[in-house]
């Protein structure tokens, strides 16, 4: 079993609507969750982190956080075609050691 | 700051070529982190160095070996390469043992022929 597990993808949404992108990890122990974007050819950017159980949101992206079920998702509303990206879930186990997921290809369609 | 800059951004080296690639921070980051990323991979980790000294090593080749002369700096030495170590290189950095996120540098593209 794959320490972090993503659906690859694609995932197409219209312009304006709410991308959903969603993530699993193994690890009970895991302590802290990611998500990054990619652009092609670029480095992962940073857009969220989350320790605890439930939502935290920052602007126009919410990251929700289920331990028990070890469910992370990424809503992102009013999806702009520039939110087209790769997505990275990431899982901080026991510190100073990432686990990346194979990524969500996301294209928002003017 | 809140830079991780990485230096050369693109490198072509024969098989036979020593080169190194350079990390830095100025965030007061004490790790410091080597990956490796392949197209349409996730980016896989290579080395860790916390407080200049490593400390973690996921079976790597010896082909690749890491530096880390002060806590700003990061180096990848590489020699002997083969082609299918040609991918994007990323280097990281973090604070509080990551609990918080790493900050990646922007790359470097190598290209081994």
């Known amino acids: 079993q794959k320490e972090v597990e993503q659906n690859s993808g694609p995932l197409s949404v219209p312009e304006g609507a709410i991308a959903s992108l969603n993530c699993t990890y193994s690890d009970r122990g895991s302590q802290s969750f990611f998500w990054y974007r990619q652009y092609s050819g670029k480095s992962p950017e940073l857009i969220m982190f989350?320790?605890?159980?439930g939502d935290k949101e920052d602007g126009r992206f919410t990251a929700q956080l289920n331990k028990a079920s070890q469910y992370v998702s990424l809503l992102i509303r009013d999806s702009q075609p520039s939110d087209s990206a790769t997505y990275l879930c990431a899982v901080n186990r026991a510190g100073n050691q990432f686990y990346f997921g194979t990524g969500t290809s996301l294209t928002v369609i003017p | 700051d809140t830079e991780v800059t990485q230096t050369p951004k693109h490198l072509v080296m024969g098989m036979t070529n020593k080169k190194s690639l350079k990390c830095e921070q100025h965030?007061?980051?004490?790790?410091m982190y080597w990956y490796k990323q392949k197209a349409k991979k996730p980016p896989e980790l290579m080395f860790v160095?916390?407080?200049?000294?490593?400390?973690i090593n996921e079976s790597v080749p010896s082909r690749f070996s890491p530096e880390c002369p002060n806590s700003s700096l990061l180096n990848l030495h590489l020699h002997a390469l083969q082609p299918e170590d040609s991918a994007l290189y990323l280097c990281?950095?973090?604070?509080?043992?990551?609990?918080?996120?790493?900050?990646f540098g922007s790359g470097t593209r190598l290209t081994v022929v």
């Open positions: 965030m007061g980051h004490r790790a």
């Open positions: 990281a950095s973090s604070q509080n043992r990551g609990f918080d996120g790493y900050t």
């Open positions: 160095y916390s407080y200049e000294k490593l400390s």
């Open positions: 989350i320790y605890s159980n």
